[in-house]
C-alpha cells in the first residue's frame, strides 16, 4: 500500500507541475512573453489567485488531502475555464522547449527527493522558475541569431525598398490599402495579419519574405518605450507612415507624451527618405515630412461608401471607395501619398482606391437573413467605434450594437463611448465583463442585455433581433476578458 501512495504522489506531483505549467506559459503567450504585464497588467488577477497562488499554498499545507481538491476539484475547473478561453495555447517551439524543461527539472528534483530521507514534498516553485528562466535566456539568444539571419536577408535583396508603418489606430488597414496600391506594378510583400512585433517581423523576414521583392511594408507595434526603435534598427527603413495617435495601450504607456515619444522612434532609420504623418503626432512638415491630415477635406460617408477631395501639389482628386467609414479616408489618404512617392500612377491609385476590398472585421458590410450586418471587431479605439455609431445613426431601421466597449483604455473613455451609443442604439449587447459596469451605468437599463457567454452570443441575437435590424459588432474581445 505504502509502495502505491509513493507512486501515486510522484506521478500526482508530475501532472500538478504540467497543470501549474501551463497556466504559466499561457498567460505569457498572451501577453507577449512580459512577465511584468502578467503581473500588473492582468485583466482578470482573480485568476492567478485561483489557479495559482492558491493551489502552490495548499499543496505545501494540505498534505495528503491536497491530492482531493486536485483531482476533484481543480482539474475539472481548470478544464472547463480553459475550454472557454478564445487564445488556446498555441505549440509553437518556445512552448514545446518550456515544456521539455519543465519536465526534466520536475524529474530531476523527484529524483533527488527519492535519495534524501528529509524530503517531505516534491517542490514546484523550483522546477517553474527553472523551466521559466530557461526559455527566457534560450528566447533571447535565439533572437539574436534569427535578428542577425533576418538582417542579412534584408541587406542581400537588391534594391529593396522598406516602408514601415505605426499608429495608435488604423496600422493594419493602412498597410493592407497600400500593398492594394503598390502590388499592381511591383513585387511587393506585406507582413501578415496583424504581425508587428520584433521577433514576428524577424520569423517573417527569414521565413517568408521573397527574396525578389522589391517593397517590403512592415506594420510596427508597441507596448513599451523603445519597442519600435529596436524595430527601426532591424528594418533601417526608407520610407515611414506615421499615423494618427492617441490613447490607444494608455495603461501601459502612463501618458499620451509617452506613446507620441514611443511612435516617433520610426524616425530612427539612418536612410529615411520620406515620412506621410499625421498632425497628431507634432513633427513639422519639411522636405521629407509630409503631412497628410492637412490635404484631405469634404469627407462624406454613409453605409454604402466614402468619398473626399486629397490635394496633391496644385492639383485637387476626388476619390472615393466601398470602404466605410470618414477615418478611412485619412487611412487611405496616406497610402496614396506614399504609393504615389513609391512610383505609382496617379490613374492607378484613382482606380485601386475606387476598388478596395473591405479590411475584415474593420466596418466590414455583411447582408445576411435580411439583416444589415457591420463587422467592426477588430476597431478597438473611441475614435473608431464613435464613427461606427455615426454610421449607424443614418440607418432608418431598428438598431443593435454587440460590445464589450473599449478594452484598452480607461473609463472615461468608455463613458463616452456608452453615452454616443445610447443615444443610437435600440439593443445593446454586452459582451465581457471588463467594461460591464462603467456601460451598465451609462446606457438605459431596459436597452441593454448582458451576454455572460460568447458562446450563447449566437442564440441571443437569433431571439432579440429580426430582419430589416442593422447589427453592428464593435470591437470584440477575448474570453480572458
Same mark, same amino acid.
Given at each position: 500500500?505504502a509502495?502505491?501512495?509513493?507512486?501515486f504522489?510522484l506521478?500526482?506531483?508530475?501532472?500538478?507541475?504540467?497543470?501549474?505549467?501551463?497556466?504559466?506559459?499561457?498567460n505569457?503567450?498572451?501577453?507577449?512573453? /512580459?512577465?511584468?504585464?502578467?503581473?500588473y497588467?492582468?485583466?482578470?488577477p482573480l485568476?492567478?489567485?485561483?489557479?495559482?497562488?492558491?493551489?502552490i499554498?495548499?499543496?505545501?499545507?494540505?498534505? #495528503?488531502?491536497?491530492?482531493i481538491?486536485?483531482?476533484?476539484?481543480?482539474i475539472?475547473?481548470y478544464?472547463l475555464?480553459?475550454?472557454k478561453?478564445?487564445k488556446?495555447?498555441?505549440?509553437?517551439g518556445?512552448?514545446?522547449?518550456?515544456f521539455?524543461?519543465?519536465?526534466?527539472?520536475?524529474?530531476?528534483?523527484?529524483?533527488?527527493?527519492l535519495a534524501?530521507? #528529509?524530503?517531505?514534498?516534491?517542490g514546484?516553485i523550483?522546477?517553474?522558475?527553472?523551466?521559466f528562466?530557461?526559455?527566457?535566456?534560450?528566447?533571447?539568444?535565439?533572437a539574436?541569431?534569427y535578428?542577425?539571419?533576418?538582417?542579412?536577408?534584408?541587406?542581400?535583396?537588391q534594391?529593396?525598398?522598406?516602408?514601415?508603418?505605426?499608429?495608435?489606430?488604423?496600422?493594419?488597414?493602412?498597410?493592407?490599402?497600400l500593398y492594394?496600391?503598390?502590388?499592381?506594378?511591383?513585387?511587393?510583400?506585406?507582413?501578415?495579419?496583424?504581425?508587428?512585433t520584433?521577433?514576428?517581423?524577424?520569423?517573417?523576414?527569414?521565413n517568408n519574405?521573397?527574396? #525578389?521583392s522589391?517593397i517590403y511594408?512592415v506594420?510596427a507595434g508597441?507596448?513599451?518605450?523603445g519597442?519600435?526603435?529596436?524595430?527601426?534598427?532591424?528594418?533601417?527603413?526608407?520610407?515611414?507612415?506615421?499615423g494618427?495617435?492617441g490613447?490607444?495601450?494608455i495603461?501601459?504607456?502612463?501618458?499620451?507624451?509617452?506613446?507620441?515619444?514611443?511612435?516617433?522612434?520610426?524616425?530612427?532609420?539612418?536612410?529615411?527618405?520620406?515620412?506621410?504623418?499625421?498632425?497628431?503626432?507634432?513633427v513639422?512638415?519639411?522636405d521629407?515630412?509630409?503631412?497628410?491630415?492637412?490635404?484631405?477635406?469634404?469627407i462624406k460617408?454613409?453605409?454604402n461608401s466614402t468619398?473626399?477631395d486629397?490635394?496633391l501639389?496644385?492639383?485637387t482628386?476626388?476619390?472615393?471607395?466601398?470602404?466605410?467609414?470618414?477615418?478611412n479616408?485619412?487611412?487611405?489618404?496616406?497610402?496614396?501619398?506614399?504609393?504615389?512617392?513609391?512610383?505609382?500612377? /496617379?490613374?492607378?491609385?484613382?482606380?485601386?482606391?475606387k476598388?478596395?476590398?473591405s479590411?475584415e472585421?474593420?466596418?466590414?458590410k455583411i447582408?445576411?437573413?435580411?439583416?444589415?450586418?457591420?463587422?467592426?471587431?477588430?476597431?478597438?479605439n473611441l475614435?473608431?467605434?464613435?464613427e461606427s455609431?455615426?454610421?449607424?445613426k443614418?440607418?432608418?431601421?431598428? /438598431?443593435?450594437?454587440?460590445?464589450?466597449?473599449?478594452v484598452?483604455?480607461?473609463?472615461?473613455?468608455?463613458?463616452i463611448?456608452?453615452?454616443?451609443?445610447?443615444?443610437v442604439?435600440?439593443?445593446?449587447?454586452?459582451?465581457?465583463?471588463?467594461?460591464?459596469?462603467v456601460?451598465?451605468?451609462?446606457?438605459?437599463p431596459?436597452?441593454?442585455?448582458?451576454v455572460?457567454?460568447?458562446?450563447?452570443?449566437? /442564440?441571443?441575437?437569433?431571439?432579440?433581433?429580426?430582419?430589416?435590424?442593422?447589427?453592428?459588432?464593435a470591437?470584440?474581445?477575448?474570453t480572458f476578458?
Amino acid at each position: 500500500m505504502a509502495d502505491f501512495f509513493w507512486v501515486f504522489t510522484l506521478f500526482s506531483h508530475i501532472i500538478f507541475s504540467l497543470f501549474l505549467g501551463h497556466y504559466l506559459i499561457l498567460n505569457l503567450q498572451w501577453y507577449h512573453y /512580459k512577465i511584468g504585464r502578467v503581473v500588473y497588467n492582468h485583466k482578470k488577477p482573480l485568476w492567478h489567485i485561483i489557479f495559482f497562488m492558491v493551489p502552490i499554498v495548499l499543496y505545501y499545507g494540505g498534505k #495528503d488531502f491536497f491530492w482531493i481538491f486536485f483531482y476533484f476539484i481543480f482539474i475539472p475547473y481548470y478544464v472547463l475555464w480553459y475550454k472557454k478561453q478564445d487564445k488556446k495555447l498555441a505549440l509553437t517551439g518556445r512552448v514545446k522547449r518550456f515544456f521539455t524543461v519543465l519536465l526534466l527539472a520536475t524529474f530531476f528534483q523527484d529524483f533527488l527527493c527519492l535519495a534524501s530521507e #528529509d524530503c517531505q514534498v516534491y517542490g514546484v516553485i523550483f522546477t517553474l522558475f527553472t523551466a521559466f528562466l530557461f526559455s527566457d535566456v534560450s528566447e533571447k539568444y535565439l533572437a539574436l541569431l534569427y535578428r542577425k539571419d533576418a538582417k542579412k536577408k534584408l541587406q542581400s535583396i537588391q534594391d529593396l525598398k522598406v516602408v514601415a508603418i505605426t499608429a495608435s489606430f488604423g496600422k493594419t488597414s493602412i498597410k493592407n490599402y497600400l500593398y492594394e496600391m503598390v502590388s499592381k506594378d511591383f513585387k511587393a510583400y506585406k507582413t501578415p495579419r496583424s504581425v508587428n512585433t520584433e521577433m514576428g517581423i524577424i520569423a517573417d523576414i527569414n521565413n517568408n519574405l521573397p527574396n #525578389d521583392s522589391q517593397i517590403y511594408i512592415v506594420e510596427a507595434g508597441a507596448r513599451l518605450v523603445g519597442d519600435i526603435a529596436i524595430i527601426s534598427s532591424l528594418l533601417e527603413q526608407q520610407y515611414v507612415i506615421l499615423g494618427e495617435i492617441g490613447e490607444q495601450h494608455i495603461e501601459y504607456f502612463k501618458t499620451l507624451e509617452n506613446i507620441k515619444n514611443t511612435k516617433r522612434e520610426i524616425f530612427r532609420t539612418p536612410n529615411l527618405k520620406k515620412a506621410i504623418i499625421h498632425e497628431t503626432a507634432d513633427v513639422p512638415e519639411d522636405d521629407i515630412v509630409k503631412i497628410y491630415s492637412k490635404y484631405v477635406s469634404n469627407i462624406k460617408a454613409d453605409l454604402n461608401s466614402t468619398n473626399w477631395d486629397l490635394q496633391l501639389g496644385d492639383e485637387t482628386i476626388r476619390l472615393e471607395t466601398k470602404i466605410l467609414g470618414s477615418f478611412n479616408a485619412y487611412n487611405i489618404s496616406c497610402a496614396v501619398l506614399m504609393a504615389l512617392e513609391l512610383g505609382v500612377s /496617379k490613374e492607378r491609385v484613382i482606380e485601386v482606391v475606387k476598388n478596395l476590398p473591405s479590411v475584415e472585421h474593420r466596418l466590414q458590410k455583411i447582408e445576411a437573413g435580411g439583416k444589415v450586418i457591420i463587422d467592426d471587431s477588430f476597431n478597438g479605439n473611441l475614435k473608431g467605434m464613435l464613427e461606427s455609431v455615426k454610421l449607424a445613426k443614418s440607418y432608418e431601421g431598428r /438598431k443593435v450594437i454587440v460590445t464589450p466597449g473599449i478594452v484598452e483604455s480607461n473609463e472615461e473613455t468608455n463613458k463616452i463611448f456608452a453615452k454616443a451609443v445610447d443615444e443610437v442604439f435600440d439593443l445593446v449587447l454586452i459582451t465581457g465583463s471588463v467594461n460591464f459596469d462603467v456601460l451598465k451605468h451609462n446606457i438605459t437599463p431596459e436597452k441593454s442585455i448582458r451576454v455572460f457567454d460568447k458562446t450563447m452570443l449566437e /442564440k441571443m441575437l437569433g431571439l432579440h433581433t429580426k430582419s430589416g435590424d442593422l447589427i453592428i459588432f464593435a470591437n470584440d474581445t477575448p474570453t480572458f476578458l
